[in-house]
């Protein structure tokens, strides 16, 4: 059966379908030796070997691994840093015949749980809003805040073209100006837990994502450290986005 290119490559980790589209437009790769086009469909077994630029590539791949990584304030999420920052990436362990990606990112001054695995796919579909994947977060926030906040935050504000909200807010203390809540949101835009917060005049000093979708943030897991998941809580999140495992 033919599957577009995009497809074919994330799911061997090359990278997330819309960065393999950008390369395919930029001309960087070439199946068995021929450049393809965007959306151009092939049968597997029928790909010899990859060029990205010009580097050879033949189709050995790992079986799926899904890794939590629990990420100090101070890491980046890129894979190279032009300012030699030290990313995310470098903690994670070596992979042979694909690569890690990303499942969504965390700021620099953002700690928590984040998810790498290297299977494309997946990765597409639990960043993808149609999965209504909820991300939890604990944020500890300053100013003074009222029911009227609250419920402005969860009946949505407009944050550049689209509306962002809350889907929960549960305090956890509120003995002091600096409080704690929990706060979970079903999307994963760019600063989208500290704009929401900003928008009514609060101030965020601290943010930790302590879940996404099914898998929750060890609290064994110290930070910088990673730990692999189990066959049971790789086929939970599997069938969270409606995905065979393989």
Request: proline share 2%; hydrophobic share 35%.
């Given at each position: 059966?033919?599957?577009r290119i995009?497809?074919i490559?994330?799911?061997y980790?090359?990278g997330s ?6 390369k ?5 790769i070439?199946?068995?030796?021929k450049?393809?086009?965007?959306g151009?469909?092939?049968v ?9 630029n010009n580097?050879?590539?033949?189709l050995?791949?790992d ?7 629990n ?6 999420c ?6 030699n920052r ?7 362990p070596?992979l042979?015949?694909s ?18 695995t290297?299977?494309?796919e997946?990765?597409y ?7 209504m994947?909820k ?19 969860k ?12 889907l ?19 999307q994963g835009?760019?600063?989208?837990v500290r704009l929401?917060?900003?928008s ?12 996404y ?10 930070t ?7 066959s049971?809580n790789?086929?939970?999140?599997f069938?969270s ?5 393989i």
């Amino acid at each position: 059966m033919k599957e577009r290119i995009q497809k074919i490559l994330s799911s061997y980790g090359f990278g997330s379908r819309r960065n393999i589209e950008k390369k395919i437009c930029r001309g960087l790769i070439k199946i068995n030796g021929k450049s393809v086009s965007l959306g151009q469909s092939f049968v597997k077994n029928n790909i010899q070997y990859i060029s990205l630029n010009n580097k050879k590539f033949f189709l050995k791949k790992d079986t799926t691994k899904i890794v939590i990584y629990n990420k100090p304030i101070g890491e980046i999420c890129t894979k190279k840093d032009t300012s030699n920052r030290i990313t995310v990436f470098n903690k994670l362990p070596k992979l042979y015949n694909s690569s890690w990606i990303s499942i969504g990112r965390l700021d620099i001054n953002t700690s928590g749980l984040l998810l790498f695995t290297n299977y494309g796919e997946l990765a597409y579909r639990l960043m993808h809003p149609r999965y209504m994947i909820k991300r939890e977060y604990l944020v500890r926030v300053y100013g003074k805040i009222s029911n009227k906040k609250i419920l402005i935050l969860k009946n949505g504000i407009k944050i550049g073209n689209s509306i962002s909200k809350f889907l929960d807010i549960v305090c956890q203390n509120n003995k002091n100006k600096n409080q704690w809540f929990k706060v979970s949101l079903l999307q994963g835009k760019k600063n989208e837990v500290r704009l929401l917060w900003n928008s009514v005049g609060i101030q965020v000093n601290r943010l930790i994502r302590i879940s996404y979708g099914v898998i929750k943030l060890p609290k064994n897991l110290k930070t910088g450290n990673f730990i692999a998941l189990n066959s049971i809580n790789i086929n939970n999140i599997f069938n969270s986005v409606n995905l065979k495992s393989i």
